[in-house]
Structure formats: structure tokens, C-alpha cells
């Protein structure tokens, strides 16, 4: 093993922490640095390949948030209509004549709500964060089938089904059950990767 010699310059170490500067020998080191080796130094730190650091956080707004707000009304909505023909038994009699173009619009809005929530958030080519978007339509269907059956008990819930505008409270929920889902995924994926 070599041993490393301790270096005992008494330029340097005399003056470290008085402000004084040592001489002007002990800096030759760094003034031979060429600027090649600087530029390849800083290669080294930032890969080319790597993303920028406000890029995650671009994501977030443009893509993570409005994908988010989609699919939670969305999956509420979906849970509301779920409580209507499955538990209230309205028939398909009282369906509307264009239900299925109806049908295949909020289909697409929640794809599309479910690809911006995955990809605002997550990484579209890991499969696991898929739980992402799958969370957030299950918050939402489960918050709106509560809310479709204590609509008859409850002036809020009424209130909610009613008018929208009340739902916003329960968009910080909506904004936070992801993320949760998201740090578990990640949990898991570190604990036994593929």
C-alpha cells in the first residue's frame, strides 16, 4: 500500500484561515490548468444527454397539472354515471340518443388526461408508473360515487353535484395522491428492479 506524504507547507497552512495569501508558488497548480482541461472537466459534470434542470419542473406545469385537473373531474364524472345506471338502476331508456359519441369523447379525455398525468410526472417508457394516472382515476371515481350516494344525506354533496365549483376543494387531494403513488413505484422499483 503507498503511503501518502502529508503536506506540511508553511505557505499555505500558516495563512489558510487568516486571509493572507500564501505565495505565489503554492498557486502554480493552478494557474498550468489549460482550458482544454476545463472544458472536458465540465463534459464530465454535464453530460450531454442529461436533462436540463427546469425541464422537470416545465413538465410539471404544462403537462402534470392540466392532465391532472382532466382526469380527476373526468373519473369523478365517470363514478357519478357508474352510480347512476349500476346502483340507481336508471336504464339505458333514459341514456341520451348520442351516448356513444358522448361515451367515446370522455373516453378520450380521460386517455389523454391519463398520458399527460403519466408523462407530467412520471416516464412514459417505465410501465410501472402507470399507477400514476391509475390512482387518480380511482381517487376520483371513488370521491364520485361518494358523493353521488350521500348527495340525498349531505346539502354538500348535493351542493357538489350540482354546481362543479366545489369540487376545486378536493383538487389539492387530487394533486397529491400521484405523487404518493409515484414515490411508492419508486420505492418498489429500487427494491426489486426488473
Known sequence: MKKSKLDTNPGISAHTFSGVRGYADDFSAISSIKAADISRMKREVYPVGD??????????????????????????????????????????LDL?????????????????????????LGDLKNKKHFAIPASLLATGAIFGAATKAAASISDLADKMLDDFNYLIYLLPLALVIPILANNIVERLTEKSPD
Open 96 to 120: 341520451p340518443d348520442n351516448y356513444p359519441l358522448q361515451l367515446a369523447i370522455i373516453t378520450a379525455i380521460i386517455l389523454a388526461g391519463s398520458l399527460m398525468t403519466w408523462a407530467g
Open 51 to 92: 436533462e436540463k434542470p427546469h425541464a422537470g419542473l416545465l413538465r410539471q406545469i404544462f403537462l402534470y397539472f392540466p392532465g391532472t385537473f382532466i382526469l380527476f373531474f373526468a373519473s369523478f364524472g365517470a363514478g357519478i354515471i357508474f352510480m347512476e345506471l349500476a346502483v340507481y338502476s336508471r336504464g339505458p
